[in-house]
């Protein structure tokens, strides 16, 4: 897998990620409906980049495509690229 496909989709994973830790604060009573809701969406968007590069991961290695975005995690595991625990979570 190109090497710089797998940064940019971390990188942007990475900065959905720290925007929702910045608009939630440490308890969910700070949340404001405007930044719950932009929270909410950059949370998607973060599971989005990391199913694409799931799916990228899973077509690299040659393995037939999933039939939905969870199977690529649970092909990854099965195939003992990622963590079983990691699998089911997402």
């Known amino acids: 897998m190109d090497p710089d496909l797998v940064a940019r989709k971390l990188a942007r994973a990475g ?3 720290a925007d929702v ?3 939630v604060g ?3 009573a700070e949340i404001g409906a405007d930044n719950a809701d932009l929270a909410a969406f950059h949370l998607q968007l973060a599971l989005q980049e990391c199913i694409d590069l799931a799916a990228h991961w899973v077509s690299g290695e040659g393995w ?3 039939d939905h975005s969870a199977a690529a995690f649970t092909t ?3 195939h003992g690229r990622i963590d079983a625990e990691v699998a089911a979570f997402m």
């Open 15 to 17: 900065a959905w990620l």
């Open 64 to 66: 037939p495509p999933p």
């Open 76 to 78: 990854l595991a099965a």
């Open 26 to 28: 440490p308890t969910s």
């Open 21 to 23: 830790e910045r608009r």
